[in-house]
């Protein structure tokens, strides 16, 4: 059996992640401190699937603090990503994307692991360029109110990369484009938690800005299947892949779906921009569609389904 480490594994986009890993026989440790995300979104398995370990990843986890004799692949998901928790969370942000991804990769090292780093679309700012192709340098405010995100997660690429130059570790970076699906807190303040919330509760839409900036949406099963096909597949090692839906809408554009799939009439209220909000995002996959033959194949108004369904149990 092959053994999995997934930092941030109790959060939206780790345990959906780590459901795939043990459905498909993997042994998962899962790492988290639960400073957003929660065991309950890992419910009903055994200690001979996951081992959950309550941990801060900025500290390194000795062998009593994680008894493994060995790990295959260590996916380093753990950090905030939600810019009401980033902001909150500003400096563990930074520490988690620097000290943490340092102790992740200590960790591969250690096991000669291969390595999954979870970055994200914020590398490249607010572009000036789309869609935006691995190669691009981005465009971001270094000290910004997001700088603790963006810079975090540019200055954890990096990392990853000298431990990939200097000590030959199977390195693969990922970055995520708007994932979106059950399991999102309904409070964490991203664009589809909230619209649908704000459906639910037949509430106007807050749009921020003049709505015409644009995001692509990605299903979180989608996302999740991009990530796995980096995990299992072969001679990838120092490549960097854009994982999201290259569909791109304006928040306008995405209000009108939100609104008819929750069949309510479409209200909306305008609020000013937050600073250094992208003016879009929309990534090119045509290099994920090369090297792992994956595109998303769940529609936006499929995926809003699932999602509503969710919250309203929730
Ligand atoms: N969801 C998206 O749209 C998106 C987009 C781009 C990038 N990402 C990246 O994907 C990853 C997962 O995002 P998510 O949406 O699931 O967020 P999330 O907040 O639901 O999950 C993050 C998890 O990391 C854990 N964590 C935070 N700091 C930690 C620490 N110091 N030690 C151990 N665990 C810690 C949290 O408790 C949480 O369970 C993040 O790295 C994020 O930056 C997500």
Redesign the pocket.
């Known amino acids: 059996m092959k053994t999995a480490i997934v ?8 345990s959906h992640l780590v459901d795939k890993l043990v459905n498909q026989g993997f042994f998962v440790a899962v ?7 929660t065991w309950d979104n890992l419910p009903g398995y055994g200690p001979d699937q996951i081992l959950k370990l309550t ?4 500290e390194y986890p000795s062998e009593e603090i994680l008894p493994l004799n060995q790990a295959d692949v260590i996916i380093h ?6 810019p009401v ?1 980033y902001r909150r969370l500003a400096l ?1 942000t930074l ?2 994307n620097s000290i ?1 991804t340092e102790n992740a990769l200590r960790l591969a090292r250690k096991f000669q692991a291969r390595f999954v780093l ?5 590398v490249y700012g607010d572009p000036q360029i789309s869609p935006q192709p691995e190669s691009y340098w981005g465009h971001v405010n270094p000290n910004g109110e997001r700088a603790c ?1 963006d810079e975090g ?1 540019r200055f954890g690429e990096a990392l990853a990369m000298e431990y990939h130059r200097k000590f030959g570790i199977d390195l693969r970076i990922l970055r ?5 699906g059950p399991r ?2 309904s409070e964490d303040g ?1 664009v589809v938690p909230n619209f649908v919330r704000q459906a639910l509760q037949q509430e106007p839409l807050t749009v921020y800005g003049n709505g015409l900036q644009t995001r692509s949406f990605c299903y979180v099963s989608d996302e999740v299947e991009g990530i796995y096909q980096v995990i299992i597949k072969d001679n990838l090692s120092g490549e960097i892949f854009n994982i999201g839906n290259p569909e791109e809408r304006t928040i306008l554009d995405f209000a009108k779906v939100v609104a008819e799939i929750g069949g309510v009439t479409l209200k909306t209220e305008f609020r000013p921009l937050p600073a250094d909000d992208p003016t879009n995002r929309c990534p090119n996959i045509t290099k994920a569609k090369e090297f792992l033959g994956w595109s998303p194949k769940v529609s936006l108004e499929e995926g809003l389904v699932k999602t509503f369904a969710y919250f309203r149990q929730s």
């Open positions: 930092t941030g594994g109790a959060g939206f986009m780790g790492i988290d401190n639960l400073a957003t995300g941990w801060d990843i900025t998901l753990a950090s905030a990503a939600s928790h563990e520490r988690v943490g979870g970055s994200t679309s914020e995100y997660k995520f484009f708007n994932c979106y999102m807190q991203r």
